[in-house]
């Protein structure tokens, strides 16, 4: 098993490259992992630089010295695969971040679908975003990466359609059978660049978003012969992009 990940905002080691995690991360680690000296640490800044250390000594509740020597650089995947998540009804839509954090999905832009339920206004929508972007954070170290997703403003449909138009490769998950779409397993994707994909409300993706989106360069894609929820199709999706991208190989 790797190392468990704590984040830093800073790798300012002091004399002989002693550094001390203390603060919320210490406390875990002191006070819940326990880390003994001897035990391997990963620090992460969660945008992609990390350091390999070893703890040094525990001090009282929060307070961990570690060994940090060097810092690296954990260069961009490619292809970027960003999902474009329709609001979920209730504590879904952190399901949803937290399993697609822990495959590997490089950014989440959240969608005010026409068809969503749930609406994100006010200070609701703030609070809303802040547990979106908690919950990246505690997935991202929860699953041992160092490059954290990135969750972006909640967008609007035309937003999402701008996102759409600079892609590289832009799919829609659209259930409609009936419609012909294609299978995501079998569409040709790019070696390198942007992937968005956009998963739709429960309600499923209403005819002029689709129409828009398809304008936008977007094309229709269904991910098998049975409906996901809209929680549980952007992890799917994405274990599947990774997968035949060699991002997974």
């Known amino acids: 098993m790797t190392a468990p990940v704590f984040v830093v905002d800073h790798f300012d080691a002091g004399g002989g490259g002693h550094y001390v995690l203390d603060g919320p991360e210490g406390r875990h680690a002191v006070s819940v992992k326990r880390l003994q000296p001897g035990e391997d640490v990963i620090l992460t800044d969660g ?13 009282g509740k929060d307070r961990l010295v570690v060994q940090l020597d060097s810092v690296s650089e954990e260069p961009r995947p490619q292809p970027r695969v960003t999902v474009v998540q329709a609001l979920p009804k209730g504590d879904r839509g952190e399901l949803a971040v937290e399993t697609m954090t822990e ?29 979106w972007r908690a919950t990246a954070r505690e997935a991202g170290k929860q699953s041992r990466r160092v490059r954290f997703p990135e969750v972006a403003d909640a967008a609007s449909t035309k937003q999402v359609a701008a996102l759409l138009a600079k892609a590289d490769f832009a799919a829609v998950l659209h259930s409609d059978f009936d419609r012909g779409s294609e299978p995501l397993a079998t569409a040709e994707l790019p070696d390198e660049g942007e992937i968005v994909l956009v998963v739709g409300p429960e309600g499923g993706v209403a005819k002029d978003e689709l129409a828009l989106f398809e304008e936008a360069g977007a ?26 991208t060699g991002r997974w190989s």
């Open 47 to 59: 945008a992609g630089r990390w350091a390999d250390c070893v703890v040094l000594a525990a001090e």
């Open 103 to 131: 495959v590997g999905v490089d950014a989440i832009v959240p969608w005010q679908a026409a068809r969503c339920i749930t609406q994100w206004r006010g200070d609701r929508g703030l609070k809303a975003l802040a547990k």
């Open 219 to 244: 094309r229709a894609y269904v991910l098998g012969p049975t409906v996901l929820r809209t929680s549980t199709a952007g992890t799917a999706a994405t274990a599947l992009l990774l997968g035949r």
